[in-house]
């Protein structure tokens, strides 16, 4: 009988909870006081930029007109290396792409610099076997578009900003962010693009 109940209850309260909306305002009021001691600096992140908040309306499925603006908004945040050269250092990048460190609660004050924690969302090279697969697999990147300039200025335009590629993208704005330097981007677009690179060699 009770379980019968409780079965009736949940029926009856579910179409009731989907059909409830979401008062956009309290929302955000409960999560800027859920983080009573967050760095001043992650202020303006909790309510996120113009970029974030129209993703954020449109679930990540921006109007056209919209995702234009986005994307046009995202290309003009990109600063690129005065020398044009957009390849740093492969194992600088392995490192950066293994380390998760940065902007935790835990991380302040910095005690080292930013990682990119790429494995959390892609395979890269074959040795590390522990990784994400909310991105696509980057295994052999390089090589499978055969190392051409317009690849590796592509690659570094989308980890500095990974909306100016696919606006409302989950990849975070690396650059755009200042989470990694403009160097440490030429190091992963090494990791991604240089023929000896582990991700390419396949070692
Ligand atoms: C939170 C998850 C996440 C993290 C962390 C992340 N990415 Fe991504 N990345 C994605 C997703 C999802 C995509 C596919 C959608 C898109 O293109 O934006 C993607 C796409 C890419 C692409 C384009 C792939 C293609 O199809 O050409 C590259 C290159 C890339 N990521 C590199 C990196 C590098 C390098 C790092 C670390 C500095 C990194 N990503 C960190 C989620 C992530």
Request: hydrophobic share 35%; proline share 6%; glycine share 6%.
């Amino acid at each position: 009988m009770r379980l019968t109940i409780i079965a009736l209850a949940v029926t009856l309260a579910t179409p009731a909870l989907a059909q409830q909306p979401v008062d956009a305002t309290r929302a955000n009021t409960a999560i800027q006081s859920a983080f009573p001691t967050a760095p001043a600096e992650w202020a303006s992140r909790l309510t996120g930029d113009e970029t974030m908040q129209q993703c954020s309306a449109a679930r990540n499925s921006a109007a056209k007109d919209i995702a234009a603006a986005i994307q046009k908004r995202e290309q003009a945040t990109i600063l690129y290396p005065t020398d044009n050269n957009f390849i740093g250092d492969w194992r600088r990048g392995e490192a950066l792409a293994q380390s998760g460190y940065g902007l935790r609660f835990t991380d302040y004050p910095p005690r080292q610099v930013n990682g990119g924690n790429c494995y959390a969302c892609h395979q890269l090279t074959k040795a590390e076997v522990s990784y994400g697969t909310l991105g696509p697999s980057l295994s052999e990147y390089g090589k499978l578009r055969d190392y051409k300039p317009e690849a590796v200025k592509a690659a570094y335009e989308k980890i500095y900003d990974s909306h100016a590629a696919l606006p409302c993208s989950t990849m975070p704005r690396f650059g755009a962010n200042q989470v990694l330097t403009i160097e440490q981007i030429k190091d992963a677009v090494a990791l991604l693009m240089s023929p000896d690179s582990p991700v390419n060699t396949g070692k």
